[in-house]
């Protein structure tokens, strides 16, 4: 028997008052379409009112465990390249 | 609120459609093609399973009729009682009924009629069960040269089983004709496009079925209730 191969997609999702998507899992399919109905059945349960996006994991480019330190020090012993030393007002949301 | 006959008979030929096609679905169960497809048809069985239970209720009690009833008195077409055969043959039988499921609600859901409700409900559920049905017909049709030959199979065998959709159920207050139209022009597209040919066999009359709505039965459906009623039937009375 051949085994059509079906791909790895990650699947992102923003919930009807989220803000922005949000990996939530991933799954099998033969192709986007079909992608976006598992999804919906499998990370949604149909809610009304949310917005998926699927992504072939094949397209997504991850930064390396191993380069984590290169990658990522320079800004954590430099204090002064975060934000964190401003006074935030009050009634500012979504920060 | 009183329920007239019509109604309930109409209740019971409906119900009937969706309990029997959701028993048949949730035959997959353990042995879809994937995972995800496995998801797909279990969803549609609940689906389907919540529309017979609001159904049924209409036309009594939801778990006597379901369990306690013999062959000859379920009222579903004869369509949905076939069984899954091959993915193929479950995709074509969803494909058939999806889409007269979605015309008549979506006619019944303009109505004020007693399954307006019921049908404005149902009709979002359905168009998803007739989009799923659709996008594989799709895949299947216009797959390899084996899937294309199963989904050909399929659509011939089951073609005399869709007439019958379109007898007039009393207390369904549609224009039938017109329904039937809509359905064969919509099916003959999807099949097209899935480079199917539109079968020229009977849908109805001599040579097809025809009589599920008047209470009689082909022959596989007879050991679906029976595995479907075993439990029901050696403990009567018993609450669950």
Not at chain 1, 38 to 51: F, H, I, K
Not at chain 2, 18 to 32: D, F, K
């Amino acid at each position: 028997m051949t085994n059509t191969d079906w791909p790895l997609w990650e699947v992102f999702v923003r919930s009807r008052r989220g803000l922005s998507h949000t990996h939530a899992g991933s799954l099998h399919a033969p192709d986007a379409e079909f992608a976006l109905r598992n999804a919906r059945d499998l990370y949604t349960r149909r809610g009304e009112g949310v917005s998926i996006w699927v992504v072939p994991a094949a397209a997504i480019t991850a930064s390396s465990p191993d380069e984590k330190d290169p990658f990522f020090e320079p800004a954590a012993d430099k204090p002064y390249r975060h934000p964190t030393f401003y006074d935030i007002p009050e009634g500012v949301k979504h920060l | 609120m009183t329920t007239t006959v019509p109604t309930k008979t109409a209740a019971l030929a409906l119900g009937d459609d969706a309990l029997v096609l959701s028993h048949r679905l949730g035959e997959w169960m353990g042995h879809a093609p994937v995972l995800e497809e496995e998801v797909a048809l279990a969803n549609i069985a609940l689906d389907l399973l919540g529309q017979a239970r609001v159904l049924l209720s209409m036309a009594g009690d939801e778990d006597d009729l379901a369990y306690l009833r013999e062959e000859r008195a379920f009222r579903n077409v004869q369509l949905v009682e076939q069984p899954n055969g091959d993915f193929a043959h479950t995709i074509v039988r969803q494909l058939y009924f999806s889409t007269y499921q979605h015309l008549l609600y979506d006619r019944l859901a303009a109505t004020d009629g007693p399954f307006a409700g019921l049908a404005a409900k149902a009709v979002k559920e359905v168009a998803y069960h007739r989009d799923h049905a659709e996008q594989w017909t799709l895949r299947l049709g216009d797959g390899t040269e084996d899937s294309h030959e199963r989904t050909r199979v399929a659509v011939d065998a089951l073609w005399r089983f869709t007439g019958e959709m379109f007898q007039p159920v009393d207390g369904v207050d549609v224009d039938w004709a017109e329904l039937e139209t809509a359905w064969l022009e919509q099916v003959s597209q999807v099949l097209r496009r899935a480079t199917l040919t539109v079968p020229e066999g009977p849908r109805s009359g001599a040579w097809s079925a025809g009589a599920g709505r008047q209470g009689l039965h082909t022959e596989p459906f007879g050991r679906m209730l029976a595995e479907m009623q075993h439990l029901h039937r050696s403990h009567p009375g018993a609450s669950w």
